[in-house]
């Protein structure tokens, strides 16, 4: 009857339009693993039957080549198929245009889930992305405080409002936004945009102090943006939630983490954050592979017994994700 109930509540909210949800995967320090749980979860979701849509805003564009050939991405998509040319405009003082323009379906990973009834597509990103940042911050500020306020909302919500008006124009469940490793005006840009926040991380002593740090940022964001939208007529306040932690490269010994490891993850649950119950073992093989196969390892062939191990974890995590997405609708 739950079950039932859930997805009727979804299965309404997604007929009066596009978009349930859309969720920024973000942590302050680089290399934890964010894009290949963002791959992943993607992968799954859309392996499940769910429209999956990418944003790759991390100029890195670790996740752009983990789904799009390199090779055709210099030939067909660079110069304006990637989130930087939907950002330039802006930066020139224009309307942006709509983000649907800007989509890509990579073919290996929609062969592999076409059947399910689910799809997965991107937008592409950019190592001009870099210089984006700087020309929007050349955008802030103004005569007066009021100006400087409105200037402020109006960079920081660009890709809010963008993903409002695509909710009207596709049949997306699902947007995911892969970060960069920091907090600049594209990152803020993502949260601004978001409902949620997952933050993958691993267990370790920087990346313990980064997600306290992480959080004060984002309560900030939150605190200035909606004391600036409040001014307006029209204002709309945000309140993005943190999902959680999802701990990734978990270094396993006689069945449970290691003790620095265990002891790290014992550090964040004391802070108050949730933490997810299904974790991303450290695999470098297995997952340093895939980007160059185009498909995530989730929906690889088992090759192996570990390998077999990985996905199903993966899968649940999937499954806690799913759960704590619909806990939330409810
Ligand atoms: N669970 C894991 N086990 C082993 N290696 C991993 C794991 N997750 C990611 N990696 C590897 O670590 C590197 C950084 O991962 P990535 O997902 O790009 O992190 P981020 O997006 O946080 O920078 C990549 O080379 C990736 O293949
Ligand atoms: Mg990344």
Not at 100 to 129: M, Q, T, W
Not at 200 to 228: F, M, W
Not at 303 to 330: G, K, N, Y
Request: charged share 25%; aromatic share 8%; with cysteine.
């Amino acid at each position: 009857m739950l079950e039932f109930q859930l997805n009727a509540i979804s299965l309404t909210k997604r007929s009066t339009g596009g978009v349930v949800e859309v969720i920024a995967v973000i942590n302050y320090k680089g290399g934890v693993g964010k894009t290949t749980v963002t791959a992943n979860l993607a992968a799954e979701l859309a392996w499940r039957g769910k429209k999956v849509l990418l944003i790759d805003t991390d100029a890195q564009a670790s996740l752009t080549f983990s789904f799009v050939p390199p090779d055709f991405w210099d030939q067909n998509l660079e110069e304006s198929m990637t989130i930087k040319s939907w950002f330039d405009p802006i930066s020139d003082g224009q309307e942006p245009p709509s983000l649907a323009d800007f989509v890509y379906s990579p073919e290996a990973v929609n062969r592999r889930v076409e059947s399910r009834g689910g799809k997965l597509d991107i937008i592409c990103s950019h190592l001009g992305l870099l210089n984006v940042d700087l020309e929007l911050a050349t955008l802030l500020g103004g005569a007066n405080m009021q100006q400087a306020k409105r200037n402020y909302l109006k960079v920081h919500g660009q890709l809010r409002r963008a993903m409002q008006q695509l909710e009207d124009e596709s049949d997306y469940d699902i947007v995911l936004l892969d970060c960069p490793p920091n907090f600049n005006i594209v990152t803020k840009n993502a949260i601004v945009a978001a409902e949620k926040i997952l933050i993958p991380a691993k267990p370790d002593y920087l990346s313990t102090l980064g997600i306290d740090y992480l959080q004060r940022s984002v309560n900030t964001l939150i605190k200035e943006y909606n004391e600036y939208s409040n001014i307006e007529e029209d204002g709309e306040s945000i309140s993005p939630e943190i999902m959680g932690v999802v701990f990734t490269m978990i270094q396993y010994m006689n069945s449970q983490p290691i003790a620095a490891q265990r002891q790290f993850m014992a550090t964040v649950k004391r802070s108050g954050i949730r933490t997810f119950d299904s974790k991303f073992r450290e695999n470098k093989s297995i997952f340093s592979d895939a980007p160059q196969q185009l498909i995530p390892v989730v929906l690889n062939a088992y090759e192996s017994h570990t390998h077999s191990q990985v996905v199903d974890e993966i899968e649940e995590f999937v499954d806690e994700f799913m759960e704590t997405l619909e806990a939330d609708i409810v």
